[in-house]
């Protein structure tokens, strides 16, 4: 009789129930990741006067994180393959931590650039690796829930995160805010040790007479993504420059922000709740409410009431954007989960960085009232893509019925 094995049976995938500790350790883990990426946002004025740069230049923390991200995404992702998905997520948070340490005490602005740049390499792999492991823990017909329930913690990112930075970083300095951020990564790196199941990795799509379609149904969804982001982010990373000009008092600027973030949620919760049921008429309502948003904002600005209306509705609407292009993404099936996730990471860092950079350009040119008509003309281009893409954004989850009498969709065991 064979000997009994020593290693732990391997995680099947199940219901959401069954993965809910991995799935809340990843949601952990995405909300320091989302924090760590965007906390410059909301202290963009208290980091550009004590190192004496403009708010511009400042911005461009932004653009430098996520541009790192755009370019390692890929290569990486590929270079980590054969490593275990969870030592490679847990050493993303480690170099997230030292990085937050670095911008605490660096003595000047070229050295937060550098140790900016550090964090989004850590990023370049997190969010590649996380989004096909997200897929992996639950059966192929629940995966949009799963992502859309991962995804809370990038809208608890928005909601908490940045806000809260803010909040803390207006009362007691911008430094102590990232110091307060490195223990918050502390500790999710130490509870996702704890939560978060091995699973296997690698994987790669059937070598079949669609294989052609599938890649391009995901270059559409890849299209759409990056323009969805580039609009979002040329206006969310000046939001606080906008919401000060709209007469916001600085102190009331964290509390502004977050309320608009928690209204977040409602469009997270309307992504988990209907992805895995009508995922193209989802997408289209999501990206409808982000654009109406973001123009209303530039119509009714500089009203202080209106601008806060206004952003308060592009929020609720862009609760749901990471989940609705991840979803999408992953069921095109027209690469592995990890490269599928490294693409929709670098796509969406594309439009973070490049979000940015064009958001300073149009604040320095034409000034901060254009900057929402320039964010919405960019949001309804993906609207765009996504109706005429009636493939790559199915009326129903065919591709995950596909998924499920596939089986393990050729996945290969890596840990």
Known sequence: MPAPSSRPAA??????????GGLFALALATFVAVTTELVPVGLLPLISDD???SESVAGLLVTAYAFMVAALALPLTSATRRLPRKTVLLGT????TASNVIVALAPTFAVVAAARALGGAAHAVFFSVSIGYASRLVRPHLAGRALALVTLGASAGFILGVPLSTSLGTAVGW????????????VAGVLTALLLPSVPGGGAPPDDAARGARRTALAQVTTANVLAYLGHFTVYTYVSVLLLAAGLATAALGPALLL???????????????LD????????ITLSVVACGVLALGIVFPATVGTLVAAAVWSIGFGAVAA???TAAIRTRGASPDVVGALVNATANIGIGGGAALGALVLDGAGVAAVPYTGAVLVVAALVVVLVARKAFPGGA????????HGSRGETKDE
């Open 324 to 326: 609705v292009f991840q």
């Open 11 to 20: 995680w099947q995938p199940g219901d959401v129930r069954d993965a809910a």
């Open 277 to 284: 049921v009508r995922p193209r008429q989802t997408t289209v």
């Open 398 to 405: 065919a591709a995950d019925a596909e998924d499920a009498r």
């Open 93 to 96: 948070l480690a170099v997230y």
């Open 175 to 186: 430094r102590e805010a990232f110091l307060v951020l490195t223990g918050v990564c502390a």
């Open 51 to 53: 190192l004496a740069v």
């Open 260 to 274: 608009i973030g928690a209204l977040g949620l409602i469009g997270a919760a309307f992504a988990a709740t209907r």
